[in-house]
């Protein structure tokens, strides 16, 4: 038998010709010992591809390939889902993070930034020994408030009510530093008013 | 005409200047889908490379994690089952390298991991052997007409090759398989 032939016996049977269906094949295996063999050969071979390929591992494997594409088409939209989430669990953390720096750098900072707001403004006072009269203190800063001397006089007199003896405004106490009135003390009054209250103790 | 691939889906090409639009064009492929037809002609052709069941199982699993990796290109190519062989190929390579597995193709000292009678195991190594034997592309025409493919499938996943070639192809490595086969008889 020819490779012809042989290759005439194999159109035969890929185009389901058999021995019992086809006067060709009964002819051409018919030819000789050789070509009978060779026509089981190839029927064994058929079968034996068909028995392997199709068995039952293999469609198990083709199930399992089915699933592990539907899982891995599932957990690429889960992964994109979930990395969503982690993104804005992860936004949240670096929030609450810096929150609680900032709040544990606001307590650390506090006594740095503080700004310590006094009940009262500092006084500024003199000593009773750098003047010696209300007049001549009065006449000594009077310029620098933009005010009377009986302005001056008149405030000094109200900021410092335990600084004068009997409450007269001729009789400063030696023991006392006098408060220097402010700004908006000293223009409270009316330099009218405050000159006959001083005229008024003459 | 809408210019489709050999899984038979759109493929977005250049439109000429004289040519106009036709109506609308298809919706592309679902992956899944793709991946599934792919899959099934995977198997034989990663058996035929491995010899194991359970490696072909792998590499097929590791070649359609690449096909999710790459899936436009996938779905885009003329022909999507000869890109997806190629895959497959060069992850066998990979892991061979890896493994720095030095036995060649045609050593069959591997025992068939299939349940079964004894007989059965020498008769499906035997075949491997006698597959072994053959070319690339007669493995991949034997094992897929084994696994029932049509000769379209299997031309699909060829690649360029004509059905007439194919034929041919199919006939002789038929034919020696027979004879490789009778011979161990």
Redesign the interface.
């Known amino acids: 038998m020819n490779?012809l032939q042989?290759?005439q016996l194999?159109?035969l049977?890929?185009d389901g010709f058999t021995y019992n269906n086809s006067k060709e094949v009964r002819h051409l295996v018919g030819l000789s010992d050789q070509a009978y063999?060779?026509y089981?050969?190839?029927l064994?071979?058929?079968k034996?591809?068909?028995s392997?390929?199709?068995?039952r591992?293999?469609k198990r494997?083709?199930n399992?390939?089915?699933k592990?594409?539907?899982k891995?088409?599932q957990s690429?939209k889960t992964i994109s889902l979930s990395k969503a989430f982690s993104g804005i669990l992860a936004v949240c953390c670096a929030l609450f993070l810096s929150i609680g720096v900032l709040v544990q750098f606001s307590q650390e900072s506090e006594d740095i930034f503080l700004l310590t707001i006094p009940e009262t403004l500092p006084k500024h006072t003199i000593k009773n020994y750098e003047f010696n009269t209300i007049w001549s203190l009065a006449d000594k800063i009077n310029e620098e408030l933009n005010a009377s001397i009986y302005q001056v006089m008149f405030a000094m007199y109200l900021n410092n009510p335990d600084a004068f003896i009997n409450a007269d405004l001729n009789n400063i106490r030696g023991d006392v530093d006098l408060v220097i009135p402010n700004y908006a003390a000293v223009h409270a009054v009316d330099d009218k008013f405050a000159k006959e209250f001083v005229e008024s103790f003459l | 005409m809408q210019a489709t691939n050999s899984l038979d889906f759109y493929v977005q090409r250049k439109r000429s200047i004289e040519s106009k639009p036709v109506g609308k064009a298809p919706k592309p492929p679902k992956?899944?889908q793709a991946?599934?037809l792919v899959?099934?002609k995977?198997?034989?052709y990663a058996?035929t490379l491995t010899n194991d069941?359970s490696n072909?199982?792998d590499l097929?699993?590791q070649t359609?994690?690449k096909l999710?990796e790459n899936q436009q290109k996938f779905l885009n190519a003329e022909y999507p089952y000869a890109y997806a062989k190629k895959i497959l190929k060069n992850a066998f390579i990979d892991s061979l390298r890896k493994q720095k597995n030095n036995i060649s193709l045609d050593d069959v000292g591997q025992e068939l991991s299939?349940?079964g009678n004894q007989v059965a195991q020498l008769?499906?190594r035997?075949?491997m052997k006698?597959l072994k034997r053959h070319s690339e592309t007669d493995q991949i025409i034997?094992?897929?007409?084994?696994?029932?493919h049509s000769y379209a499938d299997i031309q699909r996943f060829i690649g360029k090759i004509s059905i007439e070639n194919l034929?041919i192809k199919?006939?002789?490595a038929?034919?020696t398989?027979?004879?490789c086969?009778?011979r161990n008889?």
Do not use: W
């Open positions: 490779q042989k290759l194999v159109s049977l890929e063999n060779f089981n050969s190839l064994s071979a058929n034996k591809l068909h392997f390929y199709q068995s591992e293999l494997i083709n399992n390939l089915n592990f594409i539907d891995q088409l690429t | 992956l899944d991946l599934k899959a099934d995977l198997v034989p058996l069941l072909a199982e097929c699993q359609l994690m999710i299939i349940n008769e499906h035997d075949l006698c034997l094992s897929m007409l084994g696994a029932g034929r199919t006939l002789r038929r034919k398989l027979a004879e086969l009778g008889k």
